[in-house]
């Protein structure tokens, strides 16, 4: 089942601005995280948020998380070239450590 | 350290044949997980182990797919007969700590024709 929903399907920037992709989710979690995927380098993983913090950093890459809303979001600060990708979130809803993921947002970065 | 590693990295069989694709996590992490992603979508779960037991493997589909992990570490995925629809990625992840992050191989591409 899909848990989490990411927002926009697709993305198209120039380089050099500013990333936002949304998530939503429908069940109370354990925490939230962000994947990348690209053909080079597979999926990987980003950032991790728990249910009880509201923000994270991480070099370029600020994510948020408002529980109360089921919403989170991955902003991508000063966009490279490198960071054309789709983005997943994905949710850590149950005692079994299992990951329910969205379809991604598929991000575009024009030189 | 180096990292989850799977082969074949492409595959492609016709419908009804048999195929098996194997996975070794990171040294020493417990749990291991086998994806499918359908192409446009986010991975889907099929089955995760803790050591060499099950843990869920409720969207195996079990009349064609199997799966186990011997000894704990390394595991292997089957489909016997493959199907159109199974065309895909298929993905093994391990974890190191609970509810940490997963680390993923690259991936199988399947295609069935």
């Known amino acids: 089942s899909q848990q989490g929903e990411e927002d926009p399907q697709a993305l198209s920037i120039q380089e050099g601005e500013n990333a936002t992709m949304n998530c939503s989710y429908k069940?109370?979690?354990?925490?939230l995280q962000w994947y990348r995927q690209n053909s080079g380098r597979g999926l990987v993983h980003l950032i991790l948020?728990?249910?009880n913090e509201r923000e994270k950093h991480s070099g370029r890459l600020r994510v948020t998380l408002d529980t109360s809303k089921k919403s989170s979001s991955l902003l991508i600060t000063a966009s490279r070239a490198a960071d054309t990708a789709s983005y997943f979130c994905?949710?850590?809803?149950?005692?079994?450590?299992?990951?329910?993921w969205g379809a991604g947002t598929k991000l575009i970065i024009k030189p | 350290e180096a990292g989850v590693a799977q082969s074949p990295r492409y595959k492609i069989i016709e419908k009804r044949q048999s195929v098996a694709f194997w996975c070794n996590p990171i040294?020493?992490?417990?749990?291991l997980y086998w994806y499918q992603q359908i192409l446009g979508q986010g991975p889907k779960l099929l089955i995760q182990?803790?050591?060499?037991?099950?843990?869920?493997d409720s969207q195996l589909p079990k009349d064609r797919f199997s799966a186990e992990r011997l000894k704990g570490v390394d595991s292997t995925l089957k489909i016997q007969p493959a199907k159109l629809e199974d065309s895909a990625v298929y993905l093994c992840?391990?974890?190191?700590?609970?509810?940490?992050?997963?680390?993923f191989g690259p991936g199988t591409r399947l295609t069935v024709t």
């Open positions: 040294s020493g992490h417990a749990t």
């Open positions: 992840a391990s974890v190191s700590r609970w509810r940490g992050e997963q680390y």
């Open positions: 948020i728990r249910s």
């Open positions: 994905a949710t850590d809803v149950d005692s079994n450590y299992q990951l329910i």
């Open positions: 069940t109370s979690i354990n925490n």
């Open positions: 182990f803790q050591n060499n037991g099950v843990v869920d």
